[in-house]
């Protein structure tokens, strides 16, 4: 069955990086878009960024575009999330997700994803 993992999370300064990585397993890896979003408590899950299959293509919500850098390795299952100069209000569960379909073309809604880690915590203290 699908499975998605993510680590990497932990507690951090404002200004500081962490690269979190979600494994995956049960599904062909290579064929389907992946994404991340986050969430805080009492607010809806949000997107932070996606990447096509090959990772040519990336797309970044505009509070990240410039900060973070998603990134995979096909062939580890891989999936990652480079976080730099973190904000305290980057703080949120981190959880990474796979596309309903394999799309050529990565996109930004909850719906469009099926499959959902648990997510890994980020915390910013300023």
């Known amino acids: 069955q699908v499975q998605l993992e993510e680590s990497g999370g932990g507690l951090v300064q404002a200004g500081d990086s962490l690269r979190l990585s979600c494994a995956a397993s049960?599904?062909?890896?290579?064929?389907?878009?992946m994404a991340w979003f986050r969430q805080t408590p009492g607010k809806e899950r949000e997107f932070v960024g996606g990447?096509?299959?090959?990772?040519?293509?990336?797309v970044y919500a505009d509070s990240v575009k410039g900060r973070f850098t998603i990134s995979r390795d096909n062939a580890k299952k891989t999936l990652y999330l480079q976080m730099n100069s973190l904000k305290p209000e980057d703080a949120a569960a981190y959880h990474c997700?796979?596309?309903?379909?394999?799309?050529?073309?990565?996109?930004?809604?909850?719906?469009?994803?099926?499959?959902w880690g648990q997510g890994t915590q980020v915390a910013v203290s300023s």
């Open positions: 990447i096509s299959t090959s990772g040519v293509m990336t």
């Open positions: 997700a796979k596309a309903r379909a394999p799309w050529s073309t990565v996109k930004r809604g909850r719906n469009d994803y099926d499959y």
């Open positions: 049960g599904f062909t890896f290579n064929n389907y878009c």
